[in-house]
């Protein structure tokens, strides 16, 4: 089983809002990655947690923040969004580390809408 | 500077057209090659994983095949559901951790029947 399941589906926000997103796996994976993807274009790196520790930060704004509280979960807690941060976002999470070549899984994705 | 370039952008074909997908790669050591379809509004779905050249894998109407600066997806008699955008990745050796993602724009596939 490569399953890796995100919610919500959907989420429409305002600018002032504070919501999270949610990101599970249960495949013992230890590097789970949150990426952002505009329309037509390809997934964009956001942030790598390796070991459950945030070994990347992709220059991401502080208005997006990740958190990790247990090996299975892995959260995203979005503040102060702009309207160009809608997008889908997407979790995935690999076998390994950072160190090794290692095949990604992706979850469905939560599209984001910001009013 | 790794680079990952596709072709083509999109494709057209009949059900039953067989085609290929280009993917190739510029990168300092590649560790893995990868390729994932793509539903509108759903996550990549994982297809094949490619380590060195020469090797091919197979998965129903789908094989992809990896040189030394290309790889390629052959679709043999596609169908309407193979409909998707197929995005090709690398991991490369030089990059500052192992196993960053390097994707390519991907190659929208359309199989009328």
């Known amino acids: 089983d490569t399953e890796v399941t995100q919610t919500p589906k959907h989420l429409v926000m305002g600018m002032t809002n504070k919501k999270s997103l949610k990101c599970e796996q249960h495949m013992g994976h230890r590097a789970m990655y949150w990426y952002k993807q505009k329309a037509k274009k390809p997934p964009e790196l956001m942030f790598v947690y390796s070991y459950e520790k945030l070994s990347i930060n992709e220059s991401v704004p502080s208005r997006f923040s990740p958190e990790c509280p247990n090996s299975s979960l892995l959260n995203l807690h979005l503040h102060a969004l702009q309207p160009e941060d809608s997008a889908l976002y997407l979790c995935?999470?690999?076998?390994?580390?950072?160190?090794?070549?290692?095949?990604?899984?992706f979850g469905p994705g939560t599209r984001l809408t910001v009013l | 500077e790794d680079q990952v370039t596709q072709s083509p952008e999109a494709l057209r074909l009949q059900e039953g057209e067989s085609s290929s997908l280009n993917c190739s790669y510029t990168v300092s050591g590649l560790r893995g090659l990868f390729w994932y379809r793509q539903d509108p509004g759903k996550g990549p779905e994982f297809l094949f994983t490619l380590y060195s050249a020469g090797e091919e894998k197979e998965k129903e109407r789908l094989k992809a095949t990896l040189t030394k600066k290309e790889s390629f997806l052959h679709i043999t008699a596609p169908k309407p559901e193979d409909s998707a955008t197929y995005l090709c990745?690398?991991?490369?050796?030089?990059?500052?951790?192992?196993?960053?993602?390097?994707f390519g724009a991907g190659t929208i596939l359309r199989v009328k029947s």
């Open positions: 995935a999470s690999s076998p390994r580390g950072l160190a090794g070549t290692d095949t990604q899984y």
């Open positions: 990745a690398v991991q490369a050796s030089g990059r500052e951790y192992g196993n960053k993602l390097v």
